[in-house]
């Protein structure tokens, strides 16, 4: 096999669609998409196909960027896309015990497959500067839209007492003061978010947060990684 031929094989490879699971144990997400292209795997190879913007949809993201698309609409058409695709919360939900809570529609960045199971590693905007990395969500909360959602402004969280905000570009939240159960919020810069404090107990604070889009933080961190 000539080296040209070899690489068109694994090209094929990678783009076509993956080898069906359990549906227990396979990330599906139902919605809508914009007008794409999928390749449709075929006796010949592949065959790519024009889904029309709007067309109910139920897509398993893979690796590599690559995503795994069934139409729900009419015929059935399944195949695969490297288009980027748009995805949102379908329904509220809380992480750790509420430590971090996320609104229904809430614009996600990114969405990758766990490593098992219906599940996926997520990254979301939270607002007002603050940046949710690779929550654990399951795929069943998330829903693909063929248009960006409208983001509805709620006002910020309103506390008496010390505010906060982190000291580096990186903080880590957690459920109780004792460093389990974990989550990662980046900071960016010049961030106009600043949190609340309710309680404190020995080196730990417990924060409250409510973001212009939504997103509640009730959670501790340690005082070393906040400053005034």
């Known amino acids: 096999m000539t080296l040209r031929l070899a690489l068109v094989v694994i090209a094929a490879s990678l783009f076509a669609a993956a080898p069906a699971r359990a549906d227990d144990d396979v990330c599906a997400i139902e919605g809508t ?8 795997r075929q006796d010949r190879g592949l065959r790519r196909v024009r889904v029309p913007a709007g067309t109910r949809v139920r897509i398993t993201p893979l690796r590599r960027g690559i995503t795994q698309v069934r139409t729900l609409d009419g015929e059935t058409i399944e195949g695969t ?6 995805f949102v919360l379908a329904r509220a939900i809380g992480l750790r015990e509420h430590a971090l809570e996320l609104p229904e529609g809430l614009p996600l960045t990114r969405v990758e497959p766990a490593l098992r199971g ?3 590693d997520v990254d979301a905007s939270l607002g007002d500067g603050l940046v949710l990395r690779r929550a ?3 795929c069943d909360a998330l829903r693909v839209v063929a248009e960006d959602v409208p ?3 709620r006002d910020a969280f309103e506390s008496y007492g010390p505010r906060w905000r982190a000291r580096t570009e990186r903080l880590w939240v957690f459920a109780q003061p004792d460093g389990s159960d974990a ?13 609340a404090e309710l309680a404190r107990r020995g080196a730990w604070v417990r ?3 409510r973001t212009t889009l939504g997103a509640r ?3 501790w961190a340690r005082d070393t990684d906040l400053v005034r």
């Open 183 to 195: 989550l990662r919020i980046d900071v960016v810069p010049d961030a106009v978010a600043r949190f």
């Open 151 to 153: 983001i509805v402004a």
């Open 207 to 209: 924060l409250a947060l």
């Open 33 to 40: 998409v914009p007008g794409i292209e999928i390749a449709v």
């Open 118 to 120: 219906p599940w996926a």
């Open 217 to 219: 933080v009730h959670a």
């Open 136 to 138: 654990p969500l399951p």
């Open 81 to 86: 896309t490297r288009t980027a695709l748009r």
